[in-house]
């Protein structure tokens, strides 16, 4: 069972088309990060969210936290065919090691 | 901005063989180095943590004796994959954190097959 799931899995839309990833979980994270990973590459970092409510954008991408920290969204607006990718939300829980715990996953395909 | 490079980015080799991965910190001292596998078509998972001068973490199902992970420096961890099978191919993936509350910075992966 993924501590963080990912809706939708797949998603395939029309270039300038609006979009939301959605990263929920049971669990509190101290803080939450978005990623998006190539073929072949490793992840590259979006954004990082820390405070509950907290909203933060770049450029097209609107990323939310939730007010209870369980959860998060990633907003595009108008994606390009350059946005194609897998995007992964990985929260951290503990305050010792901090490790990462990825999310199952959206893999965005924006067609021309 | 902070880099992680990642060697070998890909490698072939046949059952039963030992394959050693290095991730270097290129441009800062990385206190704890972390090591993910990600099969085809799905996400990261942590197989193990790893401090400098100390003993690595291992995530629950991860056999520590088949994945040997070494951190003897501030700048170098290596995943070492002994006697290989078919059943350990996929993409490893490293990344290297300096201070606690700073970011984790991922390397570019290896692709690894076994034939």
């Known amino acids: 069972t993924q501590l963080l799931e990912q809706s939708p899995q797949f998603l395939s839309i029309q270039e300038g088309e609006n979009l939301t990833v959605y990263c929920n979980s049971s669990?509190?994270?101290?803080?939450l990060q978005w990623y998006r990973q190539e073929p072949g590459e490793g992840p590259v970092l979006l954004v990082t969210?820390?405070?509950?409510?907290e909203v933060k954008k770049l450029k097209r991408l609107t990323f939310q936290f939730g007010d209870a920290r369980k959860d998060s969204s990633l907003h595009i607006t108008a994606a390009q065919p350059g946005d194609t990718g897998l995007y992964l939300c990985?929260?951290?829980?503990?305050?010792?090691?901090?490790?990462?715990?990825f999310g199952s996953g959206t893999r965005l395909q924006v067609q021309p | 901005g902070a880099v992680v490079s990642q060697h070998p980015s890909w490698v072939i080799c046949k059952s039963g063989t030992s394959v050693k991965i290095e991730c270097r910190s290129l441009d800062f001292q990385a206190t704890t180095m972390f090591w993910y596998r990600q099969f085809p078509k799905q996400s990261l998972m942590l197989m193990a943590t790893?401090?400098?001068?100390?003993?690595?973490?291992?995530e629950q199902g991860v056999e520590k004796d088949k994945f040997l992970i070494n951190h003897a420096s501030l700048t170098l961890s290596t995943l070492t994959v002994t006697s290989a099978h078919p059943e350990d191919s996929s993409f490893y993936i490293c990344?290297?954190?300096?201070?606690?509350?700073?970011?984790?910075?991922f390397g570019d992966g290896t692709r690894l097959s076994i034939l």
């Open positions: 669990s509190v994270f101290s803080s």
């Open positions: 790893s401090n400098e001068g100390s003993k690595a973490t291992y």
């Open positions: 990985a929260g951290v829980r503990d305050t010792g090691r901090r490790a990462l715990t």
């Open positions: 990344s290297a954190r300096g201070r606690e509350n700073q970011p984790q910075h």
């Open positions: 969210v820390v405070t509950g409510g």
